[in-house]
């Protein structure tokens, strides 16, 4: 079993920061790219940012220059430092790893349960 928790969402005015972060648990052998996706009520999903496990990221033209992701490869956790935040940024953020469980050493894609984040103007 392998679940993914996030935390850190909320209520924030626009300019302001906020920093999501996801940990994944249970019989994980290895984590390999984690990333944040976030969603609209009756959008698509979109990619935010991703990180490999070896630190290359990318990021969704929209959130360039404000939001920062990182990841601590021990504890299973990857990071979404949000900065400038503008009202457009408001949606449900879910955190995504590819996962290779043990004993099997299969790799899944897992997704965590989402949280809100709302930015007022």
């Known amino acids: 079993q392998v679940k993914l928790v996030e935390s850190g969402g909320g209520l924030v005015q626009a300019g302001g920061s906020l920093r999501l972060s996801c940990a994944a648990s249970?019989?994980?052998?290895?984590?390999?790219?984690m990333g944040w996706y976030r969603q609209v009520s009756g959008k698509q999903r979109e990619l935010v940012a991703r990180i490999t496990s070896g630190g290359d990221t990318n990021y969704a033209d929209s959130v360039k220059g404000r939001f920062s992701i990182s990841r601590d490869n021990a504890k299973n956790t990857v990071y979404l430092q949000m900065s400038s935040l503008k009202p457009e940024d408001t949606a449900v953020y879910c955190c995504?790893?590819?996962?290779?469980?043990?004993?099997?050493?299969?790799?899944?894609?897992?997704w965590g349960q989402g949280t809100q984040v709302t930015v007022s103007s």
């Open positions: 249970g019989s994980i052998a290895r984590t390999d790219a």
């Open positions: 995504n790893a590819d996962i290779i469980r043990t004993p099997t050493m299969h790799r899944s894609a897992y």
